[in-house]
Nanobody
């Protein structure tokens, strides 16, 4: 059974930092591209960042570029999202998702972790 479990969310003041983790089990983790999405109240889910299988290739949405850093440790089956200089508009539920590198469809999703940034 495949599981993605996010952790590390919480309440932080604007300008602060958080590090999210996405721990995977039940799959050959190094075969999967992993992305972080977020969904704010009343808004559609949006792609935040993506990391390739080896960790060398990354993508960031313009809204987080220069503030967020995605990384992965395939030996630990974990992807991290370091979030710095947080803004109130970063408030959302953050989800990690995994897809086989040969597919554009995300096969597995975590349950989400709440990030709240106060002004």
């Amino acid at each position: 059974q495949v599981q993605l479990v996010e952790s590390g969310g919480g309440l932080v003041q604007a300008g602060g930092s958080l590090r999210l983790s996405c721990a995977a089990s039940g799959l050959t983790f190094s075969n999967y591209v992993v992305s972080w999405f977020r969904q704010a109240p009343g808004k559609e889910r949006a792609l935040v960042t993506t990391i390739g299988r080896s960790g060398h290739n990354t993508y960031y949405a313009d809204s987080v570029k220069g503030r967020f850093t995605i990384s992965r440790d395939n030996a630990k089956n974990t992807v991290y999202l370091q979030m710095n200089s947080l803004k109130p508009e970063d408030t959302a539920v953050y989800y990690c998702a995994a897809r086989d590198s040969r597919s554009l469809k995300f096969d597995y999703w975590g349950q989400g972790t709440q990030v709240t940034v106060s002004s």
